[in-house]
């Protein structure tokens, strides 16, 4: 499936979240046409290991390596990300400067680090504000209407059901290089390891090697069921 001048926009809470949970699927898109854009909100300033230059430079060089465009914009930073009027301005600036088709966000679930939950709400809310051609504050950009929003997972996230599951066993090679890339985050948690186990787990739940969910925030309208793919591969 060919992707030219598609568009996708991926959003970070910190420098490694887009990699640790959509970058495998980001990979995918690239090879297939697609442009891509992750932009980061904080730079892990709370972070046990690492600091904010070393993990902005990890997260560039990761983006480079997948050939994804990089941004970092400060929303507060880490641990002082909040879902307020402010912070939704500067990504609907963001979302009308770079007009993407497809917008990722962190998911919406609480039960992992709360700046990931605030993103989502921000993102969500900037999504609807950049199409809202009377907000004073975006006068001088046009307005831009986002295609589809979608929710991809943290390394904290096990037991939720995903929405769509996409297949990246030919990419999976790629993708761990990508994750490597975040050498300050290793010495952590036994992220690789997490993130892995996960992918490799709900690609046995469809046939294949490894797979990546992701989350709708809006019904996905489809001419006709027989036009969808199938749901497993198995032989």
Same mark, same amino acid.
């Given at each position: ?21 959509? =970058?495998?699927?980001?990979? !995918? ?5 697609? *442009?891509?854009?992750?932009?980061? &909100? ?8 690492? =600091?904010?230059?070393? #993990? ?7 983006? /480079?390596?997948?050939?994804? *465009? ?8 880490? &641990?002082?990300?909040?879902?307020? =009027?402010?912070? #939704? ?20 679930? *609480?039960?992992?680090?709360?700046d990931h939950t ?9 999504? #609807? ?7 004073? *504050? ?22 939720? !059901?995903?929405? @769509? ?28 390891? @997490? ?10 739940t469809i046939g ?17 069921? =027989? ?7 198995? /032989?």
């Amino acid at each position: 499936m060919k992707n030219e001048n598609k568009k996708i926009l991926a959003f970070g809470a910190h420098p490694d979240d887009v990699e640790f949970g959509a =970058t495998g699927l980001l990979i !995918k898109e690239i090879e297939g046409g697609a *442009e891509v854009k992750i932009v980061v &909100c904080s730079l892990g300033e709370a972070g046990t290991n690492g =600091t904010p230059e070393s #993990r902005k430079k990890e997260a560039q060089s990761a983006a /480079k390596h997948i050939g994804a *465009e990089f941004e970092y914009i400060n929303l507060g930073g880490d &641990c002082h990300i909040e879902d307020n =009027t402010k912070s #939704r301005i500067k990504i609907a600036e963001i979302i009308r400067k770079w007009k993407p088709d497809i917008v990722l966000a962190p998911s919406l679930s *609480e039960n992992q680090h709360p700046d990931h939950t605030a993103l989502a709400q921000i993102v969500r809310a900037s999504s #609807r504000l950049a199409r809202y051609g009377g907000l004073k *504050e975006l006068k001088k950009l046009p307005t831009h209407t986002v295609d589809s929003l979608y929710y991809y997972p943290s390394s904290a996230e096990f037991d939720k !059901k995903p929405d @769509i599951v996409i297949d990246v066993s030919e990419q999976y090679s790629k993708w761990v290089e990508a994750m490597e890339i975040h050498k300050s985050q290793m010495k952590t948690r036994g992220y690789l390891n @997490i993130v892995s186990s996960k992918a490799k787990y709900l690609g046995s739940t469809i046939g294949v090697e490894y797979a990546v969910p992701l989350w709708v925030n809006d019904p996905i309208m489809i001419e006709s069921i =027989t036009a969808l793919g199938s749901s497993r591969k198995f /032989k």
